[in-house]
Each structure stands twice: as structure tokens, then as C-alpha cells.
């Protein structure tokens, strides 16, 4: 599933710390918020972190490339 998601975007349901639910093509992934304070139901794109081999959720701006 982590290679499935890996590049889509989505957008953030909930975020108990220190995870995030991103909501992608009708499937809820958990994944690490990065900044962790990404509010809920802000647009992001899935990366697969290397080191720890999970997904992480960053904020894309307005023209489609993640923030930051």
C-alpha cells in the first residue's frame, strides 16, 4: 500500500499526534504529518521517507508543489 500512495496527493482528515489520516482515492492512509501541525483537510502530497520507511503527508501550495 506505501508504494500505491507513494507521489498522490490527498487531503488530511484527522491528525491525533503525532500521525495524520490522509484521505486518498476513498482509502484513509495513517501517515507522518510534516510540519506536524498540518491542520485538518489541508491538500497534500505522499512521500515515502527513506529512513524511516513510512509515509509522510507535506502541504502543497497553490501551484501543485509541495510547501517548504
Known amino acids: ?9 490527498g487531503r488530511t482528515v484527522t ?4 500521525d495524520t ?5 476513498g482509502v484513509l492512509l495513517r501517515m507522518l504529518p510534516e510540519p506536524a501541525a ?3 483537510g ?3 502530497l505522499v512521500d515515502l521517507d ?8 507535506r502541504p ?5 508543489a509541495p510547501r517548504g
Open 1 to 9: 500500500m506505501d508504494e500505491w500512495a507513494h507521489g498522490a496527493s
Open 15 to 18: 491528525w491525533p499526534a503525532p
Open 21 to 25: 489520516y490522509v484521505l486518498i482515492e
Open 38 to 40: 498540518t491542520p485538518r
Open 42 to 44: 489541508t491538500e497534500v
Open 50 to 57: 527513506p529512513t524511516s520507511g513510512r509515509l509522510v503527508a
Open 60 to 64: 502543497v501550495g497553490r501551484d501543485g
